[in-house]
């Protein structure tokens, strides 16, 4: 009998294969990935799906899209006025927002907030805004001021203040201490550091991010009217409801187009300022 004997050294390490994972974390996703199809399962048996439904879905929605064409241009006016209102509810309630949540950045950054108790009450409100989906606040605000167009424009300022002061706040919290350090050695107060020392240097920031707000305000808005907040939505929900399905596709249509013009001029805009 011949002994074979196993290569040491390098040899050793050569001869071995190569695996990205050892066994442990190889068991370890095994036990993720399981966890994670439990939880898939889990979920889609607490919910109530109309499987026939489902499997109809296809040919119904064929129906559908032949029901819409070709659009109807009947009311075209009615549209293009919502459109226009859906425009300045999206324009109106970014100025507010933008101005409004200034402030709120400056507590809710750790730089700049006077003490412990704003700081945490700022992120508190930053939170609370964005933890409230927008058609949220519009029912919200409906239901207190009643259908129009201002509730449509409250309930996008509060959504907006929230995503408007964190990007805001993380800016400033990474400005360069420098001028302001510069500022401090003269003498300078709170006021002149905050307009000469922080201000200028999240403008740039503080441009991009409105224009890029205003963009996702003017999406959101055209679904406001749905619940009665006014804009496009009001009218489409009505289309809707009377089965008109040729106004329906004119409607979708000239929210399409709306939505790639506002797209169009968000990114020139960010492309001039950045």
């Known amino acids: 009998m011949v002994a074979t004997t196993q290569p040491t050294g390098p040899d050793a390490i050569a001869h071995r294969e190569w695996s990205r994972y050892t066994t442990k974390e190889r068991w370890r996703r095994y036990g993720v990935m399981a966890l994670v199809a439990l939880a898939v399962v889990w979920s889609l048996s607490t919910i109530n799906i109309i499987w026939p439904w489902l499997w109809d879905a296809p040919e119904q929605m064929g129906d559908l899209f032949a029901r819409m064409f070709p659009p109807s241009l009947d009311g075209w006016k ?31 950054a750790q730089n700049t907030t006077p003490n412990r108790f704003t700081l945490w009450l700022g992120r508190f409100i930053l939170v609370s805004s964005r933890s409230v989906n927008t058609i949220i606040w519009a029912l919200l605000f409906v239901a207190v001021f009643g259908p129009g167009v201002l509730a449509g424009i409250l309930a996008i300022i509060f959504r907006s203040l929230g995503f408007l002061g964190k990007l805001l706040g993380e800016a400033i919290e990474e400005i360069d201490r420098a001028p302001i350090e510069a500022l401090e050695s003269v003498g300078a107060s709170r006021f002149k550091i905050l307009i000469y020392g922080i201000i200028p240097q999240v403008m740039p920031t503080f441009f991009a991010v409105s224009i890029l707000r205003w963009d996702i305000n003017l999406r959101e808005s055209t679904v406001l009217g749905l619940v009665g907040a006014g804009g496009i939505g009001i009218i489409l929900q009505g289309a809707i409801d009377t089965f008109a399905w040729q106004t329906v596709a004119t409607i979708l249509l000239a929210i399409i187009g709306l939505v790639i013009i506002g797209e169009a001029i968000s990114a020139y805009l960010r492309k001039k300022v950045i």
Not at 86 to 99: K, P, R, S, Y
């Open 78 to 108: 009615d549209i293009a006025w919502t459109l226009l209102e859906t425009v300045n509810i999206a324009t109106i309630a970014t100025f507010f927002a933008v101005f409004l949540s200034l402030p709120i950045a400056l507590i809710a």
